[in-house]
Every structure is written in C-alpha cells, then in structure tokens.
C-alpha cells in the first residue's frame, strides 16, 4: 500500500458546520476560525474542490462570515440534518470530482467530524484530519474523537501541512500566496 500523500488533483476538502450559533461556543475558535479561513483561502488557491456542509441552517445560522467571506467557488455548499456530511449531494461531488483523499475540518469533533471521516473511510476515501482546524465544546470530547478516528485510519495533520503537501513545490504557481496563508496562521 503506497504511502497517504496530498495530490491536487485527487483531493478535496470538506468543512464542516461552521455556523453562526456553534462556532461561538468552541474551543479555541479565534484559532479555529482563523485556520479554516486559511484552508479554505489555500484550497481557492490551489484549484483544490472545497465542499461546505450547514447543519440545520435555519436553526443554527450559515458559515461565520469570517471564513464565508473567502468562499469564492466552492464546489457545494450542502444543507443537512444528519450528523455526517456523506450526504448524497456530498458524495456525488466526491464521485463526479475522481475524489481519493478528504481533508476534513470544522465542527464538532465529536459529532459531525467523527460521524463523517468514519463514513468516509467505510466508503474507502482516505481521510486526512487538520487536526487544528477542528473544535469541539469540550477538550475531552475533542481529544477522544481525534483518538478515535485515528484508530480508525485517519492521518492527522495541521493546515499548514496540508497547504505544503498540496503546493509541492517552491516553484510551483500560487506558492508566494501560500506562504503568505501560512505565515499569517497565527496572527
């Protein structure tokens, strides 16, 4: 089995449920919100498909603006109830995209993330975790549901690990505009 690596043209990320009534009561959600806007910019960037899930918008509100507002073309934006984007419209894009590798990011760790990279990798996707682009309420529930979908064959990873892998190269198009998402990580 080769090594799990981040290819442009076979990979996708998936933000999930970062919405106007959960994102307030994350963990660390200046430093959640910060990382996906950067995900989401570098996957613009990179011509990287971005797929968004809303869970229950109309209850719990649409994407923060903070990171809705670098929402240039994402490929779907996907209304949903269950607790795992794998949701047909989700699915097909992955599909009609050629789609082997999901990164995922967003909220809860412990709901909506887990329930979806659990789906992902019974539907045979590889799933990377940017492990600093999730949150959960509570620490202990974001640290078991990292653990569990480990265990379960998710790669963990950050935002700037991804950024790198899917550039390759210092040489390559985009890369000043990378550096800069990743230098402005943290602040």
């Known amino acids: 089995m080769p090594t799990p690596r981040l290819h442009p043209d076979s990979a996708a990320i998936l933000l999930i ?81 050629n789609i082997q590798t999901v990164v995922l990011a967003g909220v809860e760790a412990h709901v909506c993330v887990l329930g979806t990279c659990l789906d992902l990798l019974d539907a045979g996707y590889q799933v990377m975790l940017a492990n600093d682009a999730i949150s959960s309420r509570r620490s202990s529930d974001m640290r078991a549901a990292v653990q569990r979908m480990v265990q379960a064959g998710a790669i963990p990873t950050t935002v700037e690990t991804v950024l790198m892998e899917l550039i390759g190269d210092a040489a390559a198009p985009g890369f000043r505009e990378v550096r800069h998402l990743i230098t402005s990580l943290d602040g």
């Open 17 to 97: 449920d970062l919405q106007e009534k959960l994102v307030p009561v994350m963990r660390d959600r200046k430093t959640l919100v910060r990382r996906c806007a950067r995900l989401v910019q570098g996957a613009h960037i990179l011509r990287v498909p971005l797929l968004v899930t809303e869970q229950y918008p109309r209850g719990l509100g649409e994407t923060v603006g903070e990171v809705a507002r670098h929402f240039i073309s994402p490929h779907c934006i996907e209304q949903k109830t269950r607790f795992s984007a794998c949701i047909t419209p989700i699915q097909g894009q992955l599909e009609s995209l």
